[in-house]
T-cell receptor
Framework: EAGVAQSPRYKIIEKRQSVAFWCNPI?????LYWYQQILGQGPKLLIQ????????DSQLPKDRFSAERLKGVDSTLKIQPAKLEDSAVYLC??????????????FGPGTRLLVL | GNSVTQMEGPVTLSEEAFLTINCTYT??????LFWYVQYPGEGLQLLLK?????DKGSNKGFEATYRKETTSFHLEKGSVQVSDSAVYFC???????????FGSGTQLTVLP
């Protein structure tokens, strides 16, 4: 079974530029998560999708971050414009169902973003 | 709100040593508790979990017991191997959609 795919793996941009990350979850997984992991910290949830609907985006900085999951499969996370403090690893995860306490989340390798 | 506090790292041990990584949590009610592991160059993987008080999660020789009275979920292994070198994250799941809240991670290095 193929795992969660993410691209690109690395990205370097200058502040105020825009950037987009792509995630392809495990086939059949209804729930998709985007996390931000700043160096030395644990992952922090940005947004959770159930199929193509948003379950929780309370920690997403909506003035600059946006995410979509058209057709309930692939997802894209965008930052526009980027700030220095956005430098982090962006992780995508998926699970069969919505309940994290019952379902294992499977994580992709992440996209490492450096904003100069 | 929910939070997870992990033992500060990094931790360096010799092969076959005993491992304990401390984890305590703050949450209302009865969260589910998890340990995730991140090997070098790989994504996070679930190591073990426990969904109610006194449950013991175990996998690959690692164990952790859900202790409600001390709000703890310490990770233990009796004899570590070089291949156990990784970053370990404690996490809890609580709330209506049960999202994960992670600790800051503990880097473990095992020397031969």
């Amino acid at each position: 079974e193929a795992g969660v795919a993410q691209s690109p793996r690395y990205k370097i941009i200058e502040k105020r530029q825009s950037v987009a990350f792509w995630c392809n979850p495990i086939s059949g997984h209804a729930t998709l998560y985007w996390y931000q992991q700043i160096l030395g910290q644990g992952p922090k949830l940005l947004i959770q999708f159930q199929n193509n609907g948003v379950v929780d985006d309370s920690q997403l900085p909506k003035d600059r971050f946006s995410a979509e999951r058209l057709k309930g499969v692939d997802s894209t996370l965008k930052i526009q414009p980027a700030k220095l403090e956005d430098s982090a690893v962006y992780l995508c995860a998926s699970s069969l169902k919505r309940e994290a306490h019952l379902e294992t989340q499977y994580f992709g390798p992440g996209t490492r973003l450096l904003v100069l | 709100g929910n939070s997870v506090t992990q033992m500060e790292g990094p931790v360096t041990l010799s092969e076959e040593a005993f491992l304990t990584i401390n984890c305590t949590y703050t949450a209302t009610g009865y969260p589910s508790l998890f340990w995730y592991v991140q090997y070098p160059g790989e994504g996070l993987q679930l190591l073990l979990k426990a969904t109610k008080a006194d449950d013991k999660g175990s996998n690959k020789g690692f164990e952790a017991t859900y202790r409600k009275e001390t709000t703890s979920f310490h990770l233990e292994k009796g004899s570590v191997q070089v291949s156990d070198s990784a970053v370990y994250f404690c996490a809890l799941s609580r709330g209506s959609a049960r999202q994960l809240t992670f600790g800051s991670g503990t880097q473990l290095t095992v020397l031969p």
